[in-house]
């Protein structure tokens, strides 16, 4: 069940001087503290390659990858000794890990509500789980394995045009053996993108690849020579965490506003608000259209849904969740009341009241809010906040008419996001165009970064 055969699949058994070549592409400094000790074969690693969609841990362990495309726990009875004995200290979570392909997802899968809420979106050069590294020797367990699940890719992914047609989909059963029934939600887009992708027609080779760290690196983390490497790595968790630690902060500057300016609003949509700056602030993840096989196998799915599903009317667009970076991206990120991903649960109004109606109340709660935290004397001046808010403009779609001008027709998004229209030359269709009457941009919000 393990081999030193780096084949690109299964579970690989490696040591540093076979991997720093790698490891140094997608993490440069960790690479060179790492050459300065020169650990020895006693200092094992294990590269595990995951396909797409297959899930790399959840509310319990981690699952390690079979050269048959099978998986175990290490707390199967079966486990082989040698990976137990050095990957063993994380039997009931995760092993330390450092990602070197591709992008993995961590998420909460709310299945009776036909939802996911991304939470982190890993990429090249991200190590995880970082509170492996801070409380290493805390008597007290804050973090718990019970919510959130990991997978290769993302999970969090969906077409934005319709794909519930039973005619089609019928095509995607006969051609790629798909057994999944017509999607009702966007919740259910990846099971039937899981089918294709793992068709035997297709045979896709993505795969992610993580390098996990046997226990000798964990312990050795407190020897003295490695001290350098130690710091490293809790300065990175340190920083990961920052916002976290700060939280407590932003929650009562944002009660403060609405008692000050007397806001007496829907809470589902203050819940709203709040998460509309996390996303702002890269904390979460918002969505934006797929334009590369980095997260999801972008072309495979594009071109199955273009020969075999027959779309016609749309361009094949994928969203994927993203972090935001308001101080390096140039492209804009979206949130929708369509598709809530906000991590508290507040009930919304028992008024009833439409999409259109709720952005226009989201609008004046976020123009509130971004009013006194400008401010130069506000409460968080000397912060990030009042850095983005300055920087950053929110604006509302809706692909129905807003009498009150306050919300944007979603057709105008593609007069400044071009990768709407984003797809290979192969899977062009002809008078297709964007899907501006999707339920994801029937209440869409746009976050970017404000032109100098």
Not at 107 to 126: A, C, H, M, N, Q
Not at 380 to 405: A, G, M, P, W
Not at 438 to 449: L, V
């Amino acid at each position: 069940m393990v081999t030193e055969i780096d084949e690109g699949r299964g579970l690989v058994r490696t040591y540093w001087a076979n991997i720093r070549e790698r490891v140094a592409k997608v993490e440069p400094t960790f690479a060179k503290l790492v050459d300065d000790l020169s650990p020895d074969k006693t200092f094992p690693l294990y590269l595990a390659y995951y396909p797409w969609g297959a899930l790399k841990g959840d509310t319990q362990s981690t699952f390690l990858p079979t050269l048959d495309g099978s998986y175990y726990r290490l707390s199967d009875p079966n486990v082989p000794k040698d990976v137990f004995s050095h990957l063993g200290y994380s039997v009931n979570s995760a092993p330390l890990a450092l990602l070197l392909d591709k992008n993995l997802e961590l998420f909460i899968d709310l299945k009776e509500k036909k939802i996911t809420i991304p939470r982190t979106v890993y990429t090249p050069g991200s190590f995880f789980p970082l509170s492996l590294i801070l409380g290493r020797k805390s008597k007290r367990v804050y973090f718990t394995n019970k919510i959130l699940s990991l997978t290769s890719g993302v999970r969090s992914t969906f077409m934005l045009p319709n794909i519930g047609c039973a005619t089609n989909h019928i095509h995607l059963q006969r051609d790629f053996n798909v057994k999944q029934p017509p999607p009702k939600s966007l919740y259910e887009h990846w099971d039937i993108f899981k089918e294709i992708v793992h068709s035997n027609v297709i045979n896709c080779d993505w795969r992610s690849c993580l390098m996990y760290f046997s226990e000798k690196w964990i312990k050795n983390l407190f020897d003295k020579a490695w001290h350098n490497l130690k710091l490293y790595l809790y300065e990175l968790a340190w920083n990961h965490y920052d916002y976290q630690k700060n939280h407590f902060y932003y929650e009562i500057i944002f009660s403060i506003i609405q008692k000050n300016r007397n806001l007496k609003p829907n809470p589902y949509l203050v819940d709203t608000a709040k998460h509309l700056f996390t996303t702002a602030l890269g904390i979460a993840p918002g969505y934006t259209p797929t334009c590369d096989n980095n997260s999801l196998p972008w072309n495979t799915l594009q071109t199955a849904f273009v020969e075999s599903y027959l779309l016609k009317k749309y361009f094949p667009t994928i969203m994927q969740p993203t972090h935001f970076s308001f101080e390096l991206d140039k492209h804009t990120i979206y949130y929708s009341l369509q598709n809530p991903s906000t991590h508290i649960f507040s009930p919304k109004s028992r008024k009833i009241s439409s999409t259109l109606h709720e952005l226009r109340e989201l609008e004046h709660i976020m123009r509130v809010f971004i009013e006194e935290l400008s401010r130069e004397n506000s409460l968080c001046s000397d912060t990030v906040i009042h850095k983005l808010v300055n920087q950053v403009e929110f604006k509302y779609f809706h692909n129905e008419i807003d009498r009150h001008n306050i919300v944007q027709p979603s057709t105008d998004i593609v007069k400044f996001d071009n990768r709407f229209n984003s797809i290979s030359q192969k899977n062009k269709i002809k008078n297709a165009k964007f899907s501006s009457d999707a339920p994801f941009m029937r209440g869409c919000i746009s976050i970017r970064t404000k032109n100098e």
